[in-house]
Structures are given as structure tokens and as C-alpha cells.
């Protein structure tokens, strides 16, 4: 399965230019930055709306049975199929949970184990001791389609036919499978179907409008830390106002990676294992930026030790530099808003006190 997009590693990009007008700004300088005039955005755009589902499982037809753990937050045993495997898409709501409904496109976070319908068992996140993050425009349709429409804490049970999974074989490629042998170009699953135990532990909630506005007076109470920005780079606008970077004419990227937490937020401490809710200008040095608060993307998602935000609080602003890359061929700059953090239980996801 595929990893969430963290902010730590958004390195795909098309820089800055900027403010100046009547916006404030961080990192005070001599020279004056290069600036192309914007208004300071005070509101975040919403997410898309979801998509309608292009497939839709039955559910509750016959699946293999859970015979052993069967709580929520247990690996469970799986049985074998029975007979032949059906051509059927099929999901089993095992334990209903209250929790945020999963869209098609959403981040999630779950545990679960995968096995072959003879009961072979090829992956568990139970085995590897941690749970899986992905997007669910990521992994095979079946995955994508059964997950969507759950809710945090639910157990599912997905069976999955080849068409939906990790694709078919012709009788050929069948039989060569048959004996043993690899078949080129395909993946070692293609032609199986899959029988899948997931616990959805995490996914973001669909933000309203006026949960957005709540976010936005949440980072207007931030307090600048005083840490001093790169050589270079200017940020425009009020806190709780989309950021705007400038930069010093012929100024260049810190060759060296740097994060500096230029904002601390008053929000509550972020804690290990907390998903925190963020918006995002990123771009190359130099150049126009991008930014969650207007592209349609609104809050994104990510666990707090994977962008070492424990110990900050909600609120705070860390900003990332650091050398060129394929996608930042000037170096890279993102700007990265807290917003939100959540607490997830062995009953999935609950929202920060």
C-alpha cells in the first residue's frame, strides 16, 4: 500500500513571489524583497466534492470467516474460501464505527491483513507492527471502492475479484502461473482473488465552511517565535491569512535543509501518534507559489512524528527549505500552517480535547 503525502516531503513545486501592500511580515531585512502585489487570502476553499462511486460492492454476501480475533484492534484470523472463488466484489461491515465517512479520493490510516481466497496470507500491518497510511486513489480499485462510504471504526471484510485487484490473467499467463513461473509484466497477485480484514483507524473529516473559518481564528492567535527566517526569504500577511513569500533579488536557497518554527500556536500540544490537519504554500525559490488554502485541496493529513510536530502546538507554523530538486529546480520552500491535531483510540480516530 502507498504512504500518505507528507508535508515533509512535498517536494513537487512551483515557487513564490509576493506581497507587499499593507501585510506585515516575518524575517526583517535591510534589502527589500522582490514582490508582486496579491491580496492576503483570510479563508480556506473547501475540498472538492467527492466522487460517485464507479463500482459498488454487495454487501453481506457470503465471505470467508473472522474465526479468532474479532475485536477491533485485533489481528484477525481469516478462514479459507469455500469453493470456488466468486466473481463477486464483496464488502462485510464486520464492526460499524462512528466515525468520519471515508470519500474515494480521502488519506487513511488502517490496519489490516490480506490473504488469498485458499487462505494464504501475503500481507498484515498486525505483522509488521504499525498501521498502514495511503491515499486511496493509490491502491487497486477494490481497496479504493470497499473503503469508501465506511466510517472510522469500522471493520470491513473486503473480497476482491482479479478485475478489481492486481488484474487477470489470460489462460496462458494462467497456466504459466500454474507452474511456478513468473509472469512477465504482471504482479505476483494478478489473477487471485483477495480477501481483505481492514480497520479503518483514521480519515479526515469533511470540512465545512465554517470549520474552515474556526481553523483560520485558530492561527490568527499564533505568536511569532522570533526564530530568524533564511537569508533571503520574506513572509507577507497576518497570521491566520494565507502566507506570501518574498525573496531578496539574487538570493539563493539555504544549501543545507532548515525547518524553523517561525509561529507557536495556542492551540493544545500535539502528542506522539496524533494525526495533525495542516494547509501548505510550497514552491521552488524564487518562483509562484502553490497553496492548499485556495487549490480546492483544503486540510491535509499527517502522522505528528513524521513531520516532527510533537511537542508544538496547534497553530504553529513551520517553514522548510532546502536545496534544488527535480520538481524545485531553485530549491525548495514550504510554508506549513497547523490547524487541527487528532487523538486516534483503539477505536479509531477521536477528535483533540
Given at each position: 500500500m502507498l504512504k500518505i503525502t507528507r508535508f515533509a516531503s512535498i517536494l513537487a513545486v512551483f515557487g513564490l513571489t509576493v506581497v507587499l501592500s499593507a501585510c506585515t511580515n516575518e524575517g526583517k531585512s535591510e534589502n527589500a524583497p522582490l514582490a508582486n502585489p496579491k491580496a492576503c487570502v483570510k479563508t480556506i476553499t473547501p475540498a472538492a466534492s467527492a466522487e460517485v462511486p464507479e463500482v459498488k460492492p454487495a454487501e453481506n454476501a457470503p465471505v470467508p470467516?473472522?474465526?479468532?480475533?474479532?475485536?477491533?484492534?485485533?489481528?484477525?484470523?481469516i478462514a479459507p474460501g469455500e469453493g470456488n472463488a466468486p466473481n463477486d466484489f464483496i464488502?462485510?461491515?464486520?464492526?460499524?464505527?462512528?466515525?468520519?465517512?471515508?470519500?474515494?479520493?480521502?488519506?487513511?490510516?488502517?490496519?489490516?491483513?490480506?490473504?488469498?481466497?485458499?487462505?494464504?496470507?501475503?500481507?498484515?500491518?498486525?505483522?509488521?507492527?504499525?498501521?498502514?497510511?495511503?491515499?486511496?486513489?493509490?491502491?487497486?480499485?477494490?481497496?479504493?471502492?470497499?473503503?469508501?462510504?465506511?466510517?472510522?471504526?469500522?471493520?470491513?471484510?473486503?473480497?476482491?475479484?482479479?478485475?478489481?485487484?492486481?488484474?487477470?490473467?489470460?489462460?496462458?499467463?494462467?497456466?504459466?502461473?500454474?507452474?511456478?513461473?513468473?509472469?512477465?509484466?504482471?504482479?505476483?497477485?494478478a489473477g487471485e482473488t483477495l480477501v481483505f480484514v481492514v480497520d479503518v483507524v483514521f480519515s479526515p473529516p469533511v470540512l465545512a465552511e465554517t470549520q474552515l473559518a474556526a481553523y483560520t481564528q485558530v492561527l490568527s492567535k499564533s505568536m511569532p517565535t522570533g526564530a530568524k527566517l533564511p537569508d533571503g526569504l520574506k513572509i507577507y500577511c497576518q497570521p491566520g491569512e494565507e502566507p506570501q513569500p518574498a525573496y531578496v533579488e539574487n538570493s539563493?536557497?539555504?544549501?543545507?535543509?532548515?525547518?524553523?518554527?517561525?509561529?507557536?500556536?495556542?492551540?493544545?500540544?500535539?502528542?506522539?501518534?496524533?494525526?495533525?490537519?495542516?494547509?501548505?504554500?510550497?514552491?521552488?525559490?524564487?518562483?509562484?507559489?502553490?497553496?492548499?488554502?485556495?487549490?480546492?485541496?483544503?486540510?491535509?493529513?499527517?502522522?505528528?512524528?513524521?513531520?516532527?510536530?510533537?511537542?508544538?502546538?496547534?497553530?504553529?507554523?513551520?517553514?522548510?527549505?532546502?536545496?534544488?530538486?527535480?520538481?524545485?529546480?531553485?530549491?525548495?520552500?514550504q510554508i506549513v500552517d497547523i490547524v487541527d491535531a487528532m487523538s486516534l483510540s483503539d477505536k479509531g480516530a477521536v477528535p483533540a480535547q
Open positions: 470467516a473472522v474465526t479468532a480475533g474479532t475485536k477491533f484492534g485485533e489481528e484477525p484470523a464488502r462485510n461491515i464486520l464492526i460499524s464505527g462512528t466515525g468520519t465517512e471515508v470519500s474515494s479520493g480521502a488519506d487513511v490510516v488502517v490496519n489490516y491483513k490480506g490473504q488469498k481466497w485458499n487462505g494464504e496470507v501475503f500481507d498484515s500491518s498486525w505483522g509488521r507492527g504499525s498501521t498502514a497510511s495511503f491515499n486511496l486513489h493509490n491502491v487497486v480499485d477494490g481497496w479504493r471502492w470497499g473503503l469508501a462510504g465506511t466510517h472510522v471504526g469500522d471493520r470491513v471484510e473486503l473480497v476482491i475479484p482479479p478485475k478489481l485487484g492486481y488484474r487477470e490473467l489470460t489462460p496462458d499467463e494462467q497456466a504459466l502461473k500454474a507452474a511456478g513461473q513468473q509472469v512477465p509484466g504482471k504482479h505476483e497477485l539563493k536557497v539555504p544549501s543545507q535543509p532548515r525547518t524553523v518554527w517561525t509561529m507557536e500556536g495556542q492551540g493544545r500540544t500535539i502528542e506522539a501518534g496524533d494525526q495533525i490537519g495542516y494547509v501548505i504554500v510550497y514552491g521552488s525559490w524564487g518562483d509562484a507559489p502553490k497553496s492548499t488554502w485556495t487549490n480546492g485541496s483544503s486540510v491535509s493529513w499527517a502522522q505528528a512524528e513524521d513531520v516532527q510536530a510533537v511537542g508544538k502546538k496547534v497553530g504553529s507554523r513551520a517553514v522548510l527549505v532546502g536545496p534544488p530538486n527535480e520538481s524545485a529546480p531553485r530549491g525548495v520552500v
